[in-house]
């Protein structure tokens, strides 16, 4: 498997398979590393088909691979620009991508607040909760964050896609 040349996609798929054939001998392991014999039956005949030290090598094999695609990955990440018009690695894009989402979620709220509300009366004097800002600043703000979480996306799955790198 290794000493190919994938996109980031590719050696996140090869990366899932890796972990399904794993959990798949863990399981294989499970079954059959212990068994049942009555009183009375020959246990070396109801013995399952079971070899420890192949069974460790498989695995040991898959977490070498594992290691390798992750490395390779890593490097990949660290080293490669996502490009259109941003001047950010693969890996700082992981990074900007939750921030931005945090600032939409933050800018959502605020966009769709009025820049006045009634908030009680007491006696004959009505109170009011005012905005510190301007709700149409915080829409605009919102909309510019949107546009750059999809731009860095579209610039990030583009790269995962077709920028081969060696594993």
């Not at 490395?71 to 990949?76: D, E, G, V």
């Not at 583009?158 to 081969?164: G, L």
Request: net charge negative.
């Amino acid at each position: 498997m290794l000493g190919m040349q994938v996109t980031s996609a590719e050696a996140n798929k090869l990366l899932k398979k890796i972990y399904n054939e794993r959990e798949a001998l863990y399981e294989k392991e499970r079954e059959r590393e212990r068994y049942h014999a009555a009183v009375g039956e020959d246990p070396d005949e109801l013995k399952p088909d079971y070899n420890l030290d192949e069974v460790r090598k498989e695995i040991e094999d898959l977490n070498r691979d594992e290691m390798e695609i992750k490395h390779a990955l890593n490097l990949f990440n660290a080293t490669t620009k996502v490009g259109g018009g941003y001047d950010y690695t693969i890996d700082q894009v992981l990074i900007r991508l939750p921030q931005l989402n945090t600032e939409l979620r933050r800018l959502d709220t605020m966009r769709m607040r009025p820049s006045k509300v009634r908030a009680g009366i007491t006696g004959s004097v009505i109170d009011y909760i005012y905005t510190s800002y301007d709700p149409e600043a915080a829409k605009e703000y919102h909309w510019s964050v949107q546009e750059e979480i999809d731009e860095l996306q579209i610039a990030l799955d583009k790269v995962n896609t077709t920028v081969k790198f060696d594993i």
